[in-house]
Each structure stands twice: as structure tokens, then as C-alpha cells.
Nanobody, 119 residues
Framework: QVQLVESGGGLVQPGGSLRLSCVVF????????VGWYRQAPGKQRELVAR???????NYAEFVKGRFAISRDNAKNMVNLQMSSLKPEDTALYYC?????????????WGQGTQVSVSS
């Protein structure tokens, strides 16, 4: 059964950096695009960055120039390097294949990793 494991979150001061990692078990990211998403309290989940199977990347306007997504297909891993972090980047960050994984009739999401930006 598929399992997504996100890690690397934490508490950081404004202007700081974090590197998030996402690994999939029981399936693969190969041949698919993968996205990093975030969800802040009281808000809907939003796409932050995506990377295509060929390595092409796209970013939401609010993270362009600050975040960088990368993938290691041999390790079934996708990373998100975040720099110049702002308080508004505080959220629970998730990764998922695009289209997302399904388990039975339900879209599957991992636990996410919390990023908190505060002084």
C-alpha cells in the first residue's frame, strides 16, 4: 500500500531556510509529475511547486525565486528547498503525485510536515 512520508519541517525565523523531503513507499513517482502543497489553518490546500517527470519545474507566484523543487527518481524522493521564508509561509506542507494517489475510492495524502516561520 502506498505511503507518503514528508519530513524536514520545523520552526524557523523569517529569512531562514528549510529543506523538505518527501519519499513514497509502495509505489513510485517515476513517470509522473509531483507537487508540493501547503495548507494553512482555515485555508484550502494550495499548490506551491510541481516538477514534471522530465525535471521541468513550475512555482506558485508567491514562492517564485525563494523555493526550489527537485527530484531523485532512484530514491523515489522529491525535495523542496525553501529560503527567504516569511511568516505567511507557515503551513502544513504535503507532497503528492500528480494526479494524486488513491487508496480505494479515496485520494491519499500523507501526514505532512509543519513549517512555522516566526520570530
Amino acid at each position: 500500500q502506498v505511503q507518503l512520508v514528508e519530513s524536514g519541517g520545523g520552526l524557523v525565523q523569517p529569512g531562514g531556510s528549510l529543506r523538505l523531503s518527501c519519499v513514497v513507499f509502495g509505489s513510485t513517482f517515476n513517470f509522473y509529475a509531483v507537487g508540493w502543497y501547503r495548507q494553512a489553518p482555515g485555508k484550502q490546500r494550495e499548490l506551491v511547486a510541481r516538477i514534471e517527470h522530465d525535471g521541468t519545474t513550475n512555482y506558485a507566484e508567491f514562492v517564485k525565486g525563494r523555493f526550489a523543487i527537485s527530484r531523485d527518481n532512484a530514491k523515489n524522493m522529491v525535495n523542496l528547498q525553501m529560503s527567504s521564508l516569511k511568516p505567511e509561509d507557515t503551513a502544513l506542507y504535503y507532497c503528492n503525485r500528480i494526479p494524486e494517489f488513491w487508496v480505494g475510492r479515496t485520494a491519499y495524502w500523507g501526514q505532512g510536515t509543519q513549517v512555522s516561520v516566526s520570530s
